[in-house]
């Protein structure tokens, strides 16, 4: 085929996505979803911009709405009526299992510098306290439209398209209450425990998100008043099927039901449920930590009792009963959430699971890459090192499997009696993680095998010490993590005896070692044998296993070392072209943007003139469209079935354009408080490939969203579309197109 052909098919699949105008060329551009406009202003409008120029706090949105805004994004697809119904339900416990984060991170350090007194405003201009008053004013209003969209059009939904019906105990027959009981009885009494508070019995510990019920209780004799708390169990689940599976009913009203059998002798006056969240953000002293993994301990354990940053209540409970719990965990009225329906809306990912496929997104199975397909016996194929000794792979997940990839190529370095050495930062895994069983088997074999397991990943502290312990009892050297910095990088080393002597095999990425992950989450990642990026590879596992701070890379980008000063001078490149050509181009795709620094050097480049292009899938403080300042800089974010958590960066105003991938944003953390590793692309091909798909998610029209200068983000769309067919539905055909060796070219 000829490539003028070629391009052809690919520009008529493009209009076929809805990723390009029709013929007509009259694509509409979305009016955006009203729901966005609620959101608060992060900054006054364009139209009123102070001078002041680059210094203007103004030209930035502030920090906690933008992450707002990306949620508003994600609640947005439980209302698109082009997402699977059941797809939708589990968008709502996504968007509410962000907040839940939003408040244990953000909200806890805010209150955390408010505490402390600090008046230092944000680089929008905001002081923390005001931040927290147009979050609590953003929350409110997203809780409401949460509420009501599970509440009022998903259950209603539920009830007409499938055989879930969510009850309300009231609203259940005498025979279903019966029943209900005797479930009470058998499976949940047993296990609750009651607890008074009085002069005898304190106020009892509550753990973080977890969901409690508040009874009021009254002495028949002595008219006394009591308070008593019980904790809801939900590891068996949080929703109880009828026993006649006539509907299911969340286990706290069943629960508040039967309250009676654990206060015998005593009058229930009311039962109410309510839930907390705890603050996250505790403030680390590396510096004088003996003992690391002793100190992540320790906090972990300090996390259990840190600070209540938010209760939530039902709307109909008591004032006085929300009073006592108020005083008793020393709670102001602005920490205080009212819900209309249920709380913990995360449970609802157990009625998105269940088996109905059309209700569903259809199942992918990711594909395994074109070059690692192998046909006849097992003994007939090439290892994994031959396959990439003939020319570096490069892998897009979930589209292209990673268990025949990145996972083959740890199996089978384990495995290889030539491979003499693995060495891999670890930053998260799965339970029962298969990487980590690879590894075990490497060391078990006689080979050296070195891991640095983060235990500063949030969130995963404890699961993270476990397999560092786990991997030390096998003789594996595990290092856990630099004082001062977190590593985030995602790479993996392995070295291998050949007949030309000692050579390295290296796997660089954008996402974790983690299966389960990589089937949810688009990433990147890199397999090559490049001699050059293998000792640059060496040379930064001697950093981060033993003292050698002053390492020199040929290929890779290291932060803190010399990332961003790489990327600023890489933008500061496309200025110089601009004026001489004319032709300086920016485009770049990440997870967040709000380092200062490449944020005024990119308003910067737009003053110029460079044409900047930006997909930010989360929070972004850059303003573009402002004139004067980011006319030139076009910013859209993409959300839809799987999470955008690829980075590339390409600097094109030349006749080589330049790309990177790897594991950090364009944020502060990432530039000065991690380790993190970014590597070039440097083969036509993949370059080729990695252009395609810039290009596509630049030119989406079902599921990306366009940031103007106001703050607000409008969707894309194609008037009259009914179900998605943006990027990830696109890439998941071609990859089958790959597979099934069409003439459609790898590179493309």
Aim: net charge neutral.
């Amino acid at each position: 085929m000829e490539r003028s052909e070629e391009m052809e098919n690919v520009e008529h699949e493009k209009v076929a996505a809805g990723l390009l105008p029709s013929m007509t060329g009259e694509t509409k551009r979305g009016k955006g979803y009203a729901l966005l406009e609620l959101v608060p202003r992060a900054t006054q409008p364009a139209s009123v911009l102070p001078a002041g120029g680059l210094e203007s706090p103004r030209l930035l949105f502030n920090r906690e709405l933008s992450w707002l805004d990306f949620n508003w994004r994600v609640l947005y697809q439980a209302q698109d009526k082009r997402v699977p119904m059941l797809e939708r339900v589990r968008f709502v416990a996504i968007a509410a299992s962000n907040l839940d984060e939003f408040f244990r991170k953000r909200v806890g350090g805010l209150k955390r510098q408010v505490a402390a007194g600090v008046n230092h405003p944000s680089p929008d201009g905001k002081l923390p306290a005001e931040q927290l008053r147009m979050a609590r004013e953003a929350v409110l209003e997203m809780t409401r439209v949460l509420m009501h969209t599970w509440e009022v059009d998903l259950k209603n939904e539920l009830s007409s398209l499938t055989s879930i019906q969510i009850r309300q105990y009231d609203e259940l027959t005498a025979s279903q209450k019966n029943g209900l009981r005797d479930y009470f009885m058998a499976h949940v009494f047993p296990v609750l425990t009651p607890l008074a508070v009085d002069p005898g019995h304190p106020f009892p510990f509550i753990s973080n998100l977890s969901l409690s019920l508040a009874v009021s209780l009254k002495h028949p004799g002595r008219k006394t008043e009591h308070f008593a708390r019980i904790k809801v169990p939900t590891t068996t689940g949080r929703w109880i099927q009828l026993r006649d599976q006539s509907g299911w009913v969340p286990i706290e009203q069943v629960i508040a039901a039967n309250a009676g059998e654990l206060f015998r002798g005593m009058k229930v006056v009311s039962v109410h449920p309510f839930r907390i969240t705890r603050n996250a953000d505790l403030k680390r002293d590396e510096e004088i930590a003996d003992d690391l993994i002793e100190m992540i301990s320790d906090e972990l354990q300090e996390r259990r009792f840190a600070p209540i940053v938010r209760l939530e209540v039902t709307e109909d409970m008591p004032r006085e009963v929300t009073d006592l719990l108020m005083r008793e965990l020393s709670l102001r009225a602005d920490d205080v959430y009212e819900i209309s329906g249920d709380l913990d809306l995360t449970s609802i990912t157990q009625f998105a699971n269940m088996d109905f496929p059309a209700l569903q997104y259809e199942p992918w199975d990711p594909v395994t890459p074109q070059r690692l397909l192998h046909e006849g016996e097992a003994k007939d194929r090439l290892n994994i090192f031959e396959v990439i000794k003939n020319g570096d792979l490069f892998l897009h997940h979930p589209y292209e499997s990673f268990a025949s990839s990145v996972l083959r190529f740890i199996e089978e370095a384990a495995s290889d009696p030539d491979v003499l050495a693995i060495k891999q930062t670890l930053y998260r895994t799965s339970d029962e993680s298969p990487v980590v069983k690879a590894l075990l088997k490497a060391a078990n074999a006689g080979k050296q095998v070195a891991v640095l397991v983060e235990v500063k990943a949030r969130f995963d502290e404890q699961n993270n010490i476990e397999w560092g312990q786990m991997l030390e009892q096998h003789g594996v050297h595990v290092t856990y993590g630099l004082v001062g910095l977190k590593t985030h990088s995602k790479t993996t080393l392995v070295v291998r005896r050949e007949k030309s002597g000692l050579k390295t095999y290296c796997h660089i990425g954008t996402g974790n070692y983690h299966p389960g992950n990589a089937k949810l989450y688009t990433d990147f990642g890199l397999l090559t044998c490049s001699r050059e990026v293998g000792d640059d590879m060496v040379n930064l596992f001697h950093y981060l296993t033993g003292y050698a701070p002053e390492q020199h890379y040929q290929k890779l980008l290291v932060a803190p070392r010399d990332m961003r000063s790489f990327f600023v001078d890489r933008i500061r490149e496309e200025v110089a072209i601009q004026k001489e050509t004319g032709n300086g181009r920016i485009i770049a795709k990440m997870n967040a943007l709000d380092d200062l620094v490449i944020i005024k050097e990119l308003y910067k480049a737009s003053m110029a003139g460079v044409q900047i292009d930006l997909i930010v899938r989360g929070h972004c403080r850059l303003r573009p469209g402002l004139p004067g300042f980011s006319e030139n800089i076009r910013i859209v974010s993409i959300i839809g079935r799987f999470l955008e958590h690829s980075r590339i960066y390409y600097f094109g105003g030349n006749d080589n354009p330049r790309y990177f991938i790897g594991s950090a944003d364009w944020q502060r953390r990432n530039l000065e408080d991690r380790v993190e590793v970014i590597v070039e692309i440097e083969k036509k091909r993949l370059k080729n490939r990695l252009k395609r798909i810039l290009d596509f998610s630049l030119e989406d029209r079902s599921s990306a969203w366009e940031l103007d200068s106001e703050g607000i983000y409008r969707l894309r769309s194609v008037p009259g579309q009914t179900s998605i067919y943006g990027i990830h539905q696109l890439f998941m055909d071609r990859a089958l197109k790959r597979t099934m060796k069409s003439n459609l070219p790898w590179d493309l």
